[in-house]
């Protein structure tokens, strides 16, 4: 494994596999009575959060304490940073507590980079994403989410999403989701499609690893996994479409589409949803719909992710024929 998770696009099949598969054996933990591993006891791992979340840092700390390390939460309000401090002074600080492992989200893209190629800090930099740039993580767990429901938890070890058919509809432009996972699912061997009005379609598009359509419908017969993406409007600064009525008639996904898809097809989001807008809650309730077990799936990806970086103890992995619980 490389030494940070930036992008990615940095990853290669072997790495990508590697992490999917070491997701199913952390996986298994969820099942056990006493939730823990010992893997990274006396390690200490920093969630530095410049921006709000809920789900990636809730699944960050849940994996961390999981893996027994030691964790600092660290928000930007209320902290030094509302008075102006500076992203090194912050690292700085981290770095004389003697943290083992940052992971960092910021509103700023490049932030995760130039924190793990500064020098300002001397442990593993994980990305829980940047500006409109990056987060691949969530690109991991959506790979690993998709590799279940389509290949099988079982038959899946070892494999990649070889052939398999994914389109992702909404707002492109703004969506580090999107970004993540058309380079991961196009080095896993997916075929992927972009579905989104014209002005919320990325200028060089046309370079990445990927189709672009404007209709929706033409793209879903042929569909193992829809993707829908939430309208970001906290990073829009003029009117990308003429109300939300016409972007949900055009671009969102009810219970008529969903009919059109194959039977297997599954419906992804990375959330939050907006009901009613980008997905429907006839959709957002349905079976074929992943976004709780996409929830449950980050915290065995980021348990992954922190082991494999963290150089975890070998014999301190689960494994399938485990008969004794860690406590």
């Not at 943290?99 to 994980?126: C, F, K, T």
């Amino acid at each position: 494994m490389m030494r940070h998770l930036i992008s990615a696009a940095d990853l290669t099949r072997d790495e990508a596999v590697l992490i999917l598969d070491t997701a199913e054996e952390m996986a298994r933990v969820a099942d056990r009575p006493i939730k823990k591993l010992p893997a990274l006891r006396g390690r200490t791992v920093c969630n530095l959060f410049f921006e709000d979340s809920t789900r990636t840092r809730i699944s960050f700390e849940a994996a961390e304490k999981r893996l027994s390390a030691d964790v600092i939460n660290f928000a930007a309000k209320g902290s030094s940073v509302s008075k102006g401090e500076s992203l090194k002074d912050t690292a700085q600080t981290l770095e004389a507590m003697g943290v083992d492992a940052v992971v960092i989200r910021h509103g700023a893209s490049g932030a995760p980079y130039r924190l793990a190629n500064s020098g300002w800090i001397d442990a593993p930099v994980i990305n829980a994403g940047d500006g409109t740039h990056q987060h691949p993580t969530q690109a991991l767990l959506d790979a690993f989410t998709m590799r279940r429901r389509l290949v099988g938890k079982d038959d899946g070890i070892g494999q990649d999403l070889a052939g398999r058919r994914i389109t992702i509809v909404g707002d492109v432009l703004h969506s580090r989701v999107a970004r993540s996972n058309v380079d991961l699912l196009h080095t896993l061997g997916a075929e992927v499609t972009l579905v989104a009005p014209p002005t919320l379609v990325p200028v060089g598009v046309e370079t990445w690893p990927c189709e672009v359509s404007y209709d929706l419908d033409s793209t879903l017969t042929k569909s193992d996994a829809v993707m829908m993406l939430r309208v970001q409007r906290e990073r829009m600064n003029a009117a990308f479409f003429p109300t939300e009525r016409e972007y949900s008639r055009r671009y969102g996904l009810d219970g008529e589409r969903m009919a059109r898809m194959p039977e297997h097809a599954i419906v992804m989001h990375p959330g939050p949803m907006v009901r009613g807008m980008e997905i429907t809650a006839e959709v957002a309730d349905s079976p074929r719909c992943t976004v709780v077990e996409q929830v449950a799936n980050g915290v065995s990806i980021r348990m992954a992710v922190l082991y494999l970086l963290l150089g975890g103890n070998e014999s301190d992995a689960p494994t399938t024929n485990t008969r004794t619980e860690e406590k």
